[in-house]
């Protein structure tokens, strides 16, 4: 495969995800400044923050309201990090890759786009957000089906679920990261009932609410919901679980390329040190620095990707 065809699936996959995570820290946002009585600034900061848009949202705007988040991370396509810059972003990916793709997904992804183009075309009221974010979901989840239901797993299907894999890593390491900084006012609010409210919608931003009731029950603690979403390689936007995926899917490129690259190091470096660390140790040593560790590898081992499989070529 060409390196700049590889390029485009896996950064076609990566910004899919990404517009579809997008949209789920809004919606996490949203309903988190509904637990408030006063104007949820810290909330929808949070939103911007773990998106890596706060910079240049504050640019533009000089408070942080709802409506005006919302529109920057949904529609603004002067933020490359909003839902519609991603999508067309990636559209521009699959139309330069087409002929690696199925007619099914195809026609999953220019429908994601054109249903988004459609919908924002003017900022969304606060009535209409619900609606909007629940679409996007399922627009995204139309993609996934395509993708696994009709791609053929050869290296087109490898490199792409390598960009939704390092894509959702990321995610789901910042929006752990970001709660721990951002969301809550102050020490004293660790263990409340609002301390509560949030880490559920930390569980619902990643899709894992129910799945963590059905393992958890009541326990909702912090340390049992970053156990979860670090560990457990049930849960399909666990860090665990992205790298058991990335690994496996280098595997395969290495069993079809027949040729072993620093990147497979890396990757089972990086996995190693998930499968041999605890949550007891992590809390110990700090969740912030081990976080922000896993994020500076995430990137690493994603960079040395383009690199070693000649991705600007």
């Known amino acids: 495969m060409l390196g700049r065809t590889a390029s485009g699936l896996f950064w076609m996959a990566r910004l899919l995800e990404r517009a579809e995570n997008t949209s789920r820290l809004v919606e996490a946002g949203f309903r988190m400044a509904l637990t408030r009585t006063q104007p949820g600034e810290e909330e929808w900061r949070s939103v911007l923050v773990t998106a890596g848009c706060c910079d240049a949202y504050l640019a533009r705007h000089d408070t942080i309201t709802g409506d005006k988040v919302a529109d920057f991370a949904l529609r603004d396509r002067s ?84 960009g939704i894999m390092f894509e959702r890593a990321d995610n789901t390491a910042r929006i752990l990261d970001t709660k721990y900084y951002v969301l809550l006012p102050s020490s004293a609010s660790v263990g409340s009932s609002l301390d509560n409210v949030q880490w559920e919608m930390i569980l619902r931003s990643a899709s894992a609410e129910r799945s963590f009731h059905w393992l958890n029950g009541g326990n909702i603690t912090p340390r049992a919901i970053a156990d979860f979403l670090i560990f457990d390689t049930r849960m399909p936007r666990s860090l665990a679980y992205c790298y058991d995926t990335i690994t496996h899917q280098l595997d395969c490129l290495f069993r079809q390329y027949c040729q072993r690259l620093g990147t497979h190091d890396l990757a089972e470096s990086l996995e190693a ?24 590898r995430n990137a690493s081992l994603s960079a040395q990707i383009e690199t070693d499989f000649r991705f600007a070529e």
Do not use: C
């Open 79 to 162: 933020n490359p990090s909003s839902v519609m810059s991603s999508l067309h972003a990636a559209r521009e990916n699959a139309r330069m890759t087409r002929t690696a793709l199925t007619r099914e997904m195809w026609e999953a992804i220019n429908d994601f786009w054109m249903a988004v183009r459609d919908a924002l075309k003017r900022a969304p009221s606060e009535t209409d957000l619900p609606e909007i974010l629940t679409m996007i979901r399922q627009q995204g989840a139309q993609v996934r089906g395509a993708t696994t239901g009709t791609m053929l797993r050869n290296d087109i299907y490898n490199f792409i679920l390598l």
């Open 273 to 296: 040190s998930l499968t041999a660390t605890t949550i007891e140790r992590v809390f110990e040593n700090g969740l912030h620095e081990f976080l922000s560790d896993f994020l500076r």
